[in-house]
């Protein structure tokens, strides 16, 4: 399994980022695929999950009405556009799939600031 994160970068409040996540090594339009997110002396926390088909997306409070996460299966890649950022964006972001266990990417630094 490997899990390949881009599109972090520095941002401005208000902001807008979108992260794409390249999967491969297993059945990608088999399984839940997740993005979570660590920010500095925190612990890393669940932010959005997208069924296998793409139907059904879930989010953290946090992040509602400006987040969104979709899929393409034909690419196997997950996204996460991100708007109207805050500086408490700030974070590592990691994909994430559950399978056996826990699979991680190596992360993308999402950073908001003026």
């Known amino acids: 399994v490997q899990l390949v994160e881009s599109g972090g970068g520095l941002v401005q409040p208000g902001g807008s980022l979108r992260l794409s996540c390249a999967a491969s090594g297993f059945a990608f339009n088999v399984y839940v695929m997740s993005w979570y997110r660590q920010a500095p002396g925190k612990e890393r926390e669940w932010v959005s999950a997208?069924?296998?088909?793409?139907?059904?997306?879930y989010y953290t409070d946090s992040v509602k009405g400006r987040f969104t996460i979709s899929r393409d299966n034909a690419k196997r890649t997950v996204y996460l556009q991100m708007n109207s950022l805050k500086p408490e964006d700030t974070a590592v972001y990691y994909c994430?799939?559950?399978?056996?266990?826990?699979?991680w990417g190596k992360g993308t630094l999402v950073t908001v600031s003026s």
């Open positions: 997208i069924s296998n088909a793409g139907v059904n997306t």
């Open positions: 994430n799939v559950r399978d056996d266990r826990d699979y």
